[in-house]
């Protein structure tokens, strides 16, 4: 064999090596799912063909309904919306009040509002896309994705139900020394400067219940890590952009915060903002009632994540104290000895009131939201016993009869 041909044989062998090495690579780079849009973890809209109720379901439920809203909402003037569904189908909704009072825009179908902690089963959702992902577990130290987390012994669990020990931002922060209230304070802030001050914890963790914003400002930042993306555009791929939440979006309060539904107390004057209001992943989605149905639809699907990750989401953590509260994955709960419960979150935030009330059983939402602050959202729980045999303390009259 000639020096030529030897050369030849070389260079040929060294093209197929480095095709065979670009082959493999490319294949490497499309198993890696972290950096493709297209299978970037996301919830998937409900499938099922659902069972629509019958019209006079509807206008049994619909007379019911209206006295209600008539006697808590239209007599002490709610700012917001309500909406109440089963299957998929809206029974009854209404929209009152201004969004601007002083510029007179009204509510509508349209109009996000601030969910205020609501925004927690949210937040919660995204997390539990992540970890049917196999992004990281529920029992993952916390301390391995957060690298400067530094309480070793907490858990993503232990975020989600609010029995990780962590002190409260809200009040930790009052201190001025540690933060100038001038300034709006962010999530990699609260973590900082835990750091720095070397916060200490409420109780050992998992010891008890604590409902504590800390937890969920810290699930924001874990999804931030995860992603590689913000907060807010990351909460936009994983839910509201697969599911067509159209009005659904994280606040920047520092560039959107007159764009927006304002807060307002009872007598319509304006909240003002404050240091803690940037903070996100415990408060700051703004959405609308028919979007959030949209979403839990999705979550109620058979499709969603898996029966045992359904099961973790839905089941109570808390039992150190007897009665019927307790607190899933990102969701409250009422249970009683029979094994009936009842799923829900309320919120408040400034002058933004909301409610979300999930009957698992019956396929029913009712959502509640304000932006004047009251009291009302709260009493959307009366309606699950007209859905279901609920022993909740309902008086006469409670529901509008």
């Keep these: 064999m000639n020096y030529k041909h030897t050369l030849y044989i070389s260079f040929l062998s060294l093209s197929v090596v480095l095709v065979s090495c670009k082959k493999e690579n490319r294949d490497i780079a499309q198993n890696d799912t972290s950096k493709q849009a297209d299978t970037f973890p996301h919830i998937e809209p409900d499938s099922r063909k659902l069972k629509i109720p019958t019209a006079q379901f509807i206008d049994e439920k619909r007379k019911t309904i209206d006295g209600f809203y008539k006697k808590y909402w239209e007599r002490n003037k709610v700012s917001g919306s309500f909406l109440v569904a089963k299957s998929g ?18 509510i509508t179908q349209d109009t996000p509002i601030h969910l205020a902690s609501v925004s927690k089963v949210l937040t919660a959702a995204a997390i539990m896309e992540l970890v049917h992902a196999g992004k990281f577990t529920l029992d993952q130290k916390v301390s391995t994705i957060l690298k400067t987390f530094p309480y070793q012994d907490i858990t993503v669990r232990m975020l989600l139900n609010h029995r990780s020990g962590l002190t409260n931002y809200a009040y930790y922060f009052d201190d001025r020394q540690k933060w100038n209230h001038s300034k709006l304070l962010t999530n990699q802030d609260i973590l900082d400067l835990c750091v720095k001050y070397e916060a200490g914890l409420d109780f050992r963790s998992d010891k008890k219940f604590a409902y504590c914003n800390t937890n969920y400002a810290m699930l924001a930042l874990i999804i931030e890590k995860v992603t590689g993306m913000h907060y807010a ?53 703004y959405s609308t009632p028919r979007d959030l149905l949209k979403f839990d639809l999705a979550i109620s699907s058979p499709d969603y994540l898996t029966p045992k990750l359904v099961e973790e989401i839905y089941k109570g953590y808390s039992y150190e104290r007897r009665g019927t509260r307790n607190y899933g994955l990102g969701i409250r709960m009422l249970e009683w000895e029979d094994d009936t419960k009842l799923f829900y979150h309320n919120g408040w935030w400034h002058g933004n009131t909301s409610s979300y009330v999930k009957l698992k059983k019956e396929d029913v939402v009712i959502i509640a939201l304000a932006n004047k602050y009251t009291t009302m959202t709260y009493k959307s729980f009366h309606l699950a016993t007209i859905f279901g045999d609920y022993p909740l303390k309902i008086e006469k009259g409670d529901l509008g009869e």
């Design 89 to 106: 189908k809206v029974i009854y909704e209404k929209y009152s009040g201004f969004s601007n009072y002083e510029n007179e825009e009204t």
């Design 233 to 285: 555009t990351a909460m936009s791929k994983i839910i509201f952009e697969p599911l067509g939440m159209q009005h659904s979006f994280v606040i920047d309060f520092e560039k959107d915060i007159d764009k927006v539904s304002q807060s307002y107390k009872g007598n319509y004057k304006k909240y003002e903002l404050n240091h803690l209001d940037q903070v996100y992943g415990d408060k700051n989605i």
